[in-house]
């Protein structure tokens, strides 16, 4: 049976130059570098020569970059630490709709500390309005977080725009680019945010690793204390072979990053094109020109997006049906009903990722195997035999 893996978003497997360069700092080069000896000396350059790679990626200094565990630690780290920082101003934090759970819930959780909370919406393609972020705003507003571009759908934002609007009402803004750093071009000072998050896995990087981007000269509470790493801004022991790991992931994504990006863009056309054409009653979901080069997003209707998942799975083939931290939840994305999707057809949804190991033969397996699969689902489907009658005038 072939192996077919279309769940990026989810993580990507690790490059073998990754992989080769982390082997010693988990062996012979196991130091602290907080140590001062040479074993501390070899774990530190290798946190640093990092810092700097990343820097580069981002178009970053790297003295504005701090390492965490998660990308999902990052956006707690923006959201909390950044309205923390500025409380005095006000407690006012506009964040959009689709945003990834790790910002909304932080958000949620400034809510029960006296913060109060704007959702700006999104149109039928998850376009954030940069003049709804406009008008979201007031005089006591200290943070906006828009995400850059949306792993479920794919979907990329007008970072740009609404930072010229932020900037103008001289409002921290902060911008959750783990779907987007390493799968396309971001430059910090041309986007104009003040902070921005990341994650190694989202670019062949390892897991539990990532960092944020803050802007020389903004503030922020650390949300982790008992010691002086990462400049005093984020406590604890560095996780030496995951830092160096993203560092030579962030170095390969720059240099790769056009060849990729066309790669990626080709399979994912022909995936739009070609399921919809292959089979009735395809939504495809996100916005059609603007979005992530990796990412093809549908929803099929009349059946479950779980029950595709796993009879795609019984055929070799990989793929989520949303976010992969909500994956379990079995309910409607957020996204799509934020997007104006009814939640019927939300419970329908399919996303493909796809990484730069996928093949055009990987594209034809998934059109031979995945009609089937919706025609067998369909024809126990209620809603569907509902539809038929309807259709036929039954």
């Known amino acids: 049976m072939r192996k077919v893996y279309l769940d990026n978003m989810a993580t990507t497997p690790l490059l073998p130059e990754v992989y080769e360069l982390m082997l010693p700092y988990l062996g012979e080069a196991f130091g602290n570098p ?127 725009e609404i930072a010229q609007i932020t900037r103008e009402a001289n409002v921290i803004f902060h911008t959750d680019a783990v779907a987007a750093v390493g799968n396309i071009p971001v430059d910090v000072k041309e986007l104009g945010v003040d902070a921005l998050s990341l994650a190694g896995n989202q670019f062949y990087g390892p897991k539990g690793v990532g960092a944020l981007w803050l802007r020389k000269g903004v503030r922020i509470t650390p949300l982790i204390d008992g010691g002086v790493q990462e400049g005093g801004r984020r406590a604890g022991t560095e996780n030496v072979p995951a830092i160096a790991g993203l560092g030579k992931a962030a170095e390969l994504a720059k240099i790769n990053m056009a060849s990729r990006m066309e790669h990626l863009a080709l399979l994912r056309d022909c995936l739009l094109t070609a399921l919809p054409a292959k089979i009735a009653h395809v939504v495809v979901t996100g916005h059609p020109k603007h979005r992530l080069p990796g990412n093809a997003s549908f929803c099929v209707e009349f059946i479950e997006g779980e029950s595709m998942l796993m009879l795609l799975d019984s055929q070799g083939v990989a793929v989520t049906s949303g976010s992969a931290c909500t994956s379990r939840a079995l309910k409607a994305s957020h996204v799509l009903i934020a997007m104006g999707i009814p939640h019927a057809l939300a419970q329908s949804s399919v996303l493909f990722t796809l990484g730069i190991d996928n093949t055009s033969e990987d594209i034809d397996y998934v059109l031979e195997v995945l009609p089937p699969i919706v025609d067998k689902l369909r024809q126990m489907s209620p809603l569907y035999s509902k539809f038929i009658k309807v259709d036929k005038g039954d």
């Not at 400034?110 to 913060?115: A, C, P, T």
């Not at 977080?145 to 740009?160: D, Q, Y």
């Open 34 to 160: 907080s140590s001062i000896h040479q074993w501390g000396d070899r774990a530190r350059e290798a946190i640093e020569t990092a810092r700097d790679q990343v820097a580069e990626l981002i178009g970053a200094s790297a003295s504005e970059i701090i390492f965490t565990g998660s990308g999902t630690e990052s956006n707690n780290f923006a959201i909390k630490g950044l309205a923390l920082a500025q409380q005095k101003k006000g407690k006012h934090v506009v964040v959009s709709a689709i945003e990834h759970f790790s910002v909304l819930h932080s958000a949620k959780t400034l809510e029960k500390m006296g913060f109060e909370l704007t959702l700006v919406p999104v149109d039928k393609h998850g376009v954030v309005n940069p003049e709804d972020v406009r008008q979201s705003l007031r005089k006591d507003t200290v943070l906006v977080s828009i995400l850059h571009a949306n792993g479920e759908v794919g979907t990329i934002e007008p970072i740009r």
